[in-house]
């Protein structure tokens, strides 16, 4: 039997973020240490050993956004987050030379002395936090202990936020392995999936206003968006020919079921009042949605659909077409992004999100390679 069609998402708003968490702990912090001009987070990912931007509260100037690099190419970084410890600053253009991008922005926009700490969450090295002054000398030894007090409660939001995402990863994937389905929705897929919507959403960023803190939950959340596959039976999930008209309902009904799914792991997981679940259940929503009105499973057309449903539908077909089926062989980099582009024409898919997708193709390809699927 098909499930009925879902009912209209209900959707959080989407101010209760991290980035204003933060703003909020820096005003509180301000009170106690008013020299504080900058905090910012860095998220380290140990797959790439990259360190990306991630949130920040800026009271003055430009911030620092869209920016990642490698933490062993960062000599003082590394050592910081072998053997943890702090590391203080005390006059900036003396010893910072502006030989990367972070250092000259780190001297036009005036900082005289900054602390970094490293965090770690669960017993793991997840990154660091920057405190910047427009002061020189500005972080002496009782404002170092402030801070670090500080730090500590950063790290267990951002902890939390991690946990998180890791509760809802875990618990669909425990359903997926208790039902014992054999679908294409294999962990190299899934990796695929959401360096794809990362890479777009970079290449995205400074035309669409995004924050860093979007794009990494972007990458979060990309996973959950064919949850609801756990509820098809495996002769219309893994049938390699075309479905009939009742295979088809049945199998687009998985919208339904992620939905239900998500919103019983949200109530479970008491996240109701979290900004961040918006997101989650545009991905799991609205992912085969189609600009023309032509998706299901509400036929929402144009900018109904959310930027990140859109940006999903893109790394999902273009990973569909690349990858190897058992009904075909992959699609070489051209030919994919060439049938993007007819998708774009015939209204199906977003053109800035496949315009995004070809500028950045080489990576794009090295991510198909790098989480490439055993066999064929």
Known sequence: MVPPPPA??????????????????HSQLLEVVPAVDRIGCALYDPRDDLLRTFVNSTRSGVPI?????????TSALHRLASVGGSRVIDDIPAVIKGDTPHSRWLLEQGYR?????????????IGFLFFDSLQPAAFTAPVQRSLELFAVLVTLTIGQELDLVRSI??????????????????GGHLERMAHYARLIGRELQASHGLSDEYIEHLHLFAPLHDIGKIGIPDEVLLKPGQLDAEQRRLMES?????????????ADLDLQERGEVAMM???????????????????????????EARIIAVADVFDALTSHRPYKSPWTLEAALDQLQRLVELGKLDGDCVAALRRRGREAEAIRDRFRDSGP
């Not at 002395?113 to 090295?125: I, K």
């Not at 023309?292 to 659909?305: A, H, M, N, V, W």
């Open 281 to 307: 259940r545009n991905v799991v929503a609205d992912h085969h949605e189609c600009l023309d009105g032509s998706g299901y499973p509400r036929g929402l057309r144009g900018e109904e659909i959310s930027l």
């Open 254 to 266: 998985h919208v339904h079921m992620g939905v239900q799914l998500l919103e019983k792991l949200i």
């Open 113 to 125: 002395s900054s602390f970094t700490v490293p965090l770690a969450h669960r017993g793991s090295f």
């Open 169 to 186: 990863a875990t618990s669909a994937q425990v359903a997926r392995e208790f039902a014992n389905l054999r679908d294409t929705e294999t």
């Open 65 to 73: 956004e869209a920016y990642e690099w490698r933490l062993a190419e």
């Open 8 to 25: 209209t998402v209900t959707r959080a708003p989407i101010g209760d973020s991290l980035g204003a968490r933060l703003r909020q702990l």
